[in-house]
């Protein structure tokens, strides 16, 4: 009879525990060990290796947003010592004394076209760690059509790649944040589903606790395993217009003590930027429910455009709105200019209309419109010069008469 030996390591079947036959090989208890822990290995899930934090002074994080971003210096320097206080508390091991640094969450306020998204996706461009961006407005209290809280995190998981590790000293900015405020100081017989439900749905997630993540979104794949996220060293950053804050700054302003000296010089306050006068108690009476203002202690206003800063705004940054249709026209062989009376003009029309850094867009295309769709009519010596005649007809023509033609 023929000996029975491991077909993968040769051992004879009495110098093992178990040797298991088939058709025609067999195989021993040892190499089954061993096989099992190859299986093992290989579907283990396999995270990349989180890169070493170099520290950015903010300093240095503040002049890379000024070439982006032009102005609302406070709130640069408040993002950059935020972002710089982020990294140290990430990159501290275990120190010998019991002083914990606790994480400083921001919120910006400003009226819309002042740069809050802008500065954020800048932020994404020198960070180190993982970044992404969040919008407020599509979540939901959970067990609503919507999206829940938790998928904010999926976002920043995603832009870790998966990496857990990594993604746990990641920076969350939440957009529109003012969009989830109370609708109302009475309690009412419904749900405030869209408001006060994700407030209170956030309240954790800002201050840090472990949370399960469906990696792929929540609703549409019930199946998949959650991924536990422990949010206490994510830093966030929340950004809103809100809209009407300032009838709250200027009624608490207006609000004088009874007695002879309690009052106040209303002559001394800016009634163009009020925000600069917000604090705690305004966010409060505008929706934001107490304990959510509370986890977010870094209250940063964001001052209104005026004609100096839309102007700088159209020629500075590395990426304006002037180097674009420069970029644009000069694929075609065209060289473009504008003329100072021309940005004069697009600055002002701007400012009328009182929609910020956007507005100036709106504007230039109805300008260039069609200088662009006749390129090769409008150009004279491969060189199309806007002055001031021709941005005052086109955008008379396109942009100031859409009202009448709709009317």
């Not at 990641?170 to 009412?188: F, L």
């Not at 005052?392 to 009317?407: G, Y």
Request: glycine letters at 6%.
């Amino acid at each position: 009879m023929k000996e029975i030996t491991c077909s993968f390591c040769g051992s004879k079947k009495e110098e093992v525990e178990l040797m298991v036959s088939g058709l025609a090989a067999h195989i021993c208890n040892n190499c089954i060990e061993q096989v099992s822990k190859i299986w093992e290995d290989e579907n283990k899930p396999k995270q990349k290796p989180t890169p070493k934090i170099s520290l950015k002074k903010p300093t240095e994080i503040k002049n890379h947003l000024d070439e982006y971003v032009i102005g609302q210096e406070k709130a640069k320097k408040v993002l950059s010592v935020a972002v710089y206080n982020h990294y140290k508390r990430i990159s501290q091991k275990n120190t010998s004394d019991d002083v914990t640094i606790e994480k400083s969450n921001v919120i910006l306020i400003g009226e819309t076209g002042t740069g809050k998204t802008l500065l954020a996706k800048s932020l994404a461009r020198i960070l180190q760690v993982p970044f992404c961006i969040a919008d407020a407005t599509v979540i939901t209290e959970a067990g609503y059509v919507g999206e829940d809280v938790e998928t904010i995190l999926t976002r920043l998981l995603q832009a870790a790649d998966y990496n857990i590790e990594a993604a746990e000293r990641g920076i969350i900015y939440i957009d529109e944040i003012d969009k989830i405020s109370r609708k109302t100081d009475n309690p009412s017989i419904t749900r405030d589903v869209s408001g006060e439900g994700v407030q209170q749905a956030m309240l954790k997630l800002l201050e840090g606790t472990v949370v399960n993540v469906p990696p792929q979104g929540g609703r549409k794949h019930p199946e998949q395993k959650m991924l536990a996220i422990n949010t206490e060293n994510i830093l966030f950053i929340c950004g809103g217009a809100f809209d009407g804050i300032n009838r709250t700054i200027a009624s608490r302003l207006n609000t004088q003590p009874i007695g002879f000296s309690g009052s106040i010089n209303l002559d001394s306050f800016d009634e163009e930027n009020l925000l600069q006068y917000i604090n705690a108690s305004d966010l409060r009476k505008f929706g934001l429910i107490p304990e959510l203002v509370g986890r977010l202690p870094a209250i940063v206003h964001l001052d209104p455009l005026d004609s100096t800063a839309l102007k700088r705004i159209l020629l500075e940054p590395k990426n304006s709105l002037f180097k674009q249709f420069e970029k644009l026209m000069k694929l075609e062989g065209i060289e473009l200019q504008f003329t100072d009376d021309a940005i004069s003009f697009i600055v002002e029309k701007a400012l009328e209309h009182k929609v910020g850094a956007r507005g100036l867009r709106s504007i230039c295309e109805a300008i260039m419109l069609d200088a662009m769709y006749n390129l090769s009519t409008n150009a004279s010596d491969n060189k199309l010069v806007i002055d001031k005649s021709y941005a005052v007809e086109q955008f008379e023509d396109k942009f100031d008469n859409r009202k009448l033609k709709v009317a």
